[in-house]
């Protein structure tokens, strides 16, 4: 049935929810003329420049309103003076509603709203109204009818095809879901359908609004909604879970769940965006509320799916102190901190964690010791063990690695000077035991370095053996590590130390002469055994990748050391030829021949140390033809 209206004013609530505009079209209402009093227009324009959405929104009802004027025929008027800008910033105390109540008023007009307080003072000056009540059950807007099953997100722009990510953490498909593109209007039409249904529905709410941007919380969809001038466009992305899971579906090894449930009270979830980091810390929420524990959450914006026994706190309509102050008072066991950004996150996790509270933080990183960096800089370097113990690694929605914090005073790796001990954070593989790195202080830095064993080179095992049989004739029991090319490391037991070195030191200077390399004299007892012992110095050798070529034929040669060179002769059909020098099968180096087919190898060259020894002691010295 068509409503027949003489005068109709409405209020800034129906026009940014386009609720007049609908009803002309549906032809639901009639109406001879619509009057627009300026202080609407002043206070959309005052949203519009402020690069709020609702601004922009109003402002686009106005003009379907004109255009619908000249369609159905009625009169669009514009009245009124514009209010001044203290009236327009107190808009929320009701000053640009009394505008136009009293307009609608003066006019005998019919006044249009959906603003329970208006109808009510309205209602008390005999004024003729109309109630549009807020619809409180969900609607199917727009924007869910991009989504199915396997919908990850959707991603809409004006002037562009609408596009969906489908699948799973680590595997998906960016797929177009139509071939027409989205118009100006359309996306602007679903970002007031948003806002609609948020401003109405329990499980909706606008988490950040900001001047360009808006981030709303629509039930399980997160959407993030920006426009001119902050993007070049109108643009909307909607995200939601495609799984809930809990922490028995995930493959967790008996020391991680035994880690989660008892021991680990500063735990890091890090994974790159998408991975299913806050999927992860859902299921940890829950799972420590099914042990009768107290959980919060500090998110922003509120978007797990948790259930009712756990408060989330929303850090975007609260702050810092706020925060601190209520989850102090109200003495959670455990606290998750969903997407911690900045460095006031770091610092509050860091703040709460110190004071006792349990506390489980997600952040974005490529890799697990990311998120450790994330604090360096922000608390200070020996606390950081005590404020994180364990990090989680989420990659394709499975744990990929989990690394253990602890505090040690040690020598860094890598360094080998006994009074170069400091402070080290040691990071290991919680399950392997694994050293990975290493955080410490380097002058003014703090710097985290990683930590490999590797495998010697062919070169330094075999330096490492001629140095293990040198010392020899000092210790029966040696065992040798080759720190760096110019430097080693000899580990004997207490008693032969002094007899090494020698009165003033005469020995062992005149043993670095004579290998050409630094070497440092310890006891055997501060050593690991990973080193090139004595008793099976030539027995370890092993070939290097790639580096001899095993495949050439063997040369027969003769060889002369001098004081200044080692000289090999060949056949004098070798000459001009490239030949790899080995020791067994480990391959030294490759020297080319000269026109009297003569290798020449200068003494000072480190490779020829390890030479001499073998061509002394009959080693297995063999030149291959290239």
């Known amino acids: 049935m068509v409503q027949k209206i003489e005068k109709l004013v409405p209020d800034t609530s129906v026009i940014i929810e386009g609720i007049v505009s609908q009803k002309l079209k549906n032809k639901e209402y009639e109406i001879e003329q619509l009057i627009i009093h300026e202080a609407v227009l002043a206070e959309l324009e005052h949203q519009a420049n402020t690069n709020r959405t609702i601004g922009y929104l109003g402002l686009a009802e106005i003009k379907r309103l004109n255009d619908l004027s000249k369609e159905l025929g009625f009169e669009m008027k514009f009245i009124g003076v514009r209010p001044k800008p203290i009236e327009i910033r107190n808009a929320s105390l009701g000053e640009i509603d009394s505008i136009i109540r009293d307009t609608a008023y003066n006019e005998d007009a019919t006044l249009i709203t959906s603003d329970k307080v208006q109808v009510r003072v309205a209602d008390a000056k005999g004024m003729k109204i109309i109630y549009i009540k807020p619809h409180l059950e969900s609607k199917d807007i727009k924007l869910y009818s991009f989504f199915d099953e396997t919908t990850m997100s959707v991603h809409l722009r004006e002037n562009v095809q609408p596009f969906a990510k489908k699948g799973k953490p680590g595997e998906w498909k960016f797929v177009a879901l139509r071939d027409t593109v989205l118009g100006h209007e359309e996306v602007q039409e679903i970002s007031r359908e948003i806002f609609e249904e948020t401003k109405f529905r329990k499980d909706g709410f606008i988490g950040i609004d900001r001047p360009g941007s808006t981030i709303v919380q629509l039930g399980k969809y997160r959407i993030v909604i920006t426009r001119p001038p902050f993007s070049d466009g109108w643009e909307i992305t909607a995200v939601r879970p495609v799984k809930k899971l809990n922490l028995d579906e995930y493959d967790l090894s008996e020391n991680l769940k035994q ?3 008892v021991q680990a009270e500063g735990m890091l979830v890090a994974g790159a965006p998408g991975m299913g980091k806050s999927t992860f810390a859902q299921a940890i929420a829950e799972f420590y509320a099914l042990q009768n524990k107290i959980v919060k959450t500090v998110e922003a914006p509120r978007d797990l799916d948790l259930p009712e026994t756990i408060t989330q706190y929303s850090i975007n309509h609260g702050n810092a102190q706020e925060i601190h102050d209520v989850l102090l008072l109200s003495r959670p066991d455990y606290t998750v901190f969903d997407e911690m950004r900045n ?87 919680f399950e392997t035991g694994k050293l990975e790195y290493e955080i410490y202080s380097y002058g003014e830095e703090t710097v985290v370095i990683p930590v490999s064993k590797e495998d010697k080179s062919g070169a330094q095992r075999l330096a490492g053996d001629s140095i293990a049989r040198e010392f020899k004739n000092f210790s029966d029991h040696v065992e040798v590590d080759v720190v760096s090319p110019n430097k080693a490391v000899v580990y004997v037991p207490e008693k032969d130390i002094a007899r090494i070195i020698g009165k003033q030191g005469k020995n062992i200077e005149a043993t670095e002469k004579k290998l050409g390399i630094s070497i440092e004299v310890r006891e055997l007892s501060q050593h690991s055994g990973n080193g090139y012992g004595s008793k099976d110095a030539l027995s370890s050798k092993t070939s290097v990748s790639g580096q001899s070529n095993n495949s050439g034929k063997e040369v027969h040669f003769d060889h002369q050391i001098t004081k200044k060179a080692i000289l090999f002769y060949l056949d004098p059909s070798m000459q001009d030829k490239d030949v790899d020098l080995m020791i067994g099968d480990d391959y030294l180096m490759t020297a080319k021949t000269g026109k009297t087919g003569m290798i020449k190898i200068n003494r000072k060259n480190k490779i020829s140390h390890i030479l001499v020894d073998e061509l002394d002691n009959k080693g297995k010295v063999r030149l291959v033809g290239k």
């Open 259 to 261: 880690r989660i449930a």
């Open 343 to 429: 460095t006031d996150d770091f610092k509050l996790f860091a703040d709460l964690r110190l004071a006792g509270v349990g506390m489980v933080g997600v952040v974005h990183g490529t890799n697990p010791v990311d998120a450790i960096q994330r604090f360096i800089g922000r608390v200070e370097m020996g606390v950081i063990p005590q404020i994180i113990d364990t990090v989680i690694f989420i990659k394709n929605g499975t744990i990929n690695k989990v690394l253990s914090l602890k505090m040690m005073v040690k020598v860094p790796s890598g360094m080998t000077e006994a009074d170069l001990a400091r402070p080290v954070v040691v990071i290991t593989d």
